[in-house]
């Protein structure tokens, strides 16, 4: 059966993790013998788009419509395709079978403002409308069964999302190069002890408790990867609590951010809800032990031995354990590297492009 592949997220983000996934995907289905195309809907500012190269014979070219985003994708097709689009999108074509890939369920836990409720709306309809679909955790199917219970009569898989190999640990001559690299580019590298926070900065991350913790510790420094730029509530935070004790790093390179991985007493990560959470994988793989709630996806990715938090003040009692126990850290290092090897990211990302085309073809065989 043919493959369409819906490239929509390339216009929705610049980066972030389903950016990641979905490049994977393609670059997988490159691989593949399988018949595949890709609608595709002109420029766009999306990190990981940049770095595929799509044969025009697989290309699909659609002008960006207005509303694209809550449209039907643009498909004529006289014969059977499946649609697998990148985010929650599908056809009404008679001759259309619908697979999609469910991520989390952020809209419909944090948001209930218009915008989360027309998400929540657009989430649902294509759930419905799907014939398969593919969850990235365990923890976001059993969302999905809750949410949406009448879903359990369809086919629903779990894969997880892999680490990208670049994320590993340095040696030392590995670091000093790098650090020189670092510095080289114009950035300033954290001297001493430091932890990091990646990414969003919405309540539900629980910056302001990293903040915290941080602050707590008078050598320890903060840095900040990401997440746009701070808001005046945080900038009055990082002013009150950690004066001069944190450095904000707009975006970072897979490269640059292994090093700090490297560097870095831990990854501060006490995320309330999470769909995945690839920074974990990354900084795990990278040797640098994560502090985070035992919650959601979470101990999935870490495994039953991996230390977590309980509650934030659990999390504050382990967080003063990671950074004065040798003996801890060095069991968390040797555990997230071990755990790494379950998240290949090429073995996990050919298993999901064998599962959509393993599908296209039994649905085929009804035609």
Known sequence: MKIILDNIVFKLQRTGGISVYWADLIRSWERSTAEWSVLEYGENS??????????????????????????????????????????????????????????????????????????????????????????????????????????????????????????????????????????????LFPDGHFSIFLGSRAQYKNFELSVEMVSSQRNLKLAIVGGGDLSGKHKELLAKKLPERFLLFPSLSNRDLRLLYNSADCLLYPSAYEGFGIPVIEAMASGCPVLALNNSSIPEITGADYPLGSDSKNLGILFHRILSDAGLQK?????????????????????????????GNLVQKKY
């Open 46 to 187: 999306n990190l990981e788009s940049k770095n595929l190269s799509i044969p025009p014979d697989h290309s699909l070219k659609r002008k960006y419509r207005i509303f694209e985003r809550i449209r039907e994708p643009e498909i004529a097709m006289r014969f059977p395709f499946l649609l697998h689009s990148s985010y929650y999108r599908t056809s009404v074509h008679r001759l259309a079978t619908n697979v999609i890939s469910v991520y989390d369920f952020i809209h419909e836990k944090f948001r209930r403002d218009v915008a989360g409720r027309m998400f929540t709306f657009l989430k649902k309809r294509a759930i419905e409308n799907s014939h398969l679909i593919i969850c990235i955790s365990e923890s976001t199917k059993n969302d999905l069964l809750e949410y949406y219970p009448s879903v359990k009569k369809k086919s629903i898989e779990v894969i997880y999302i892999g680490t990208d190999p670049i994320y590993r640990l340095l040696d030392s001559n590995e670091m000093q190069a790098e650090v020189s690299e670092f510095r080289n580019k114009g950035l």
């Open 331 to 359: 069991e968390m290092r040797k555990i997230g590297i071990e755990r790494n090897a379950i998240f290949d990211r090429q073995k996990l990302s050919d298993k999901t492009t064998l599962l959509v085309n393993d599908f």
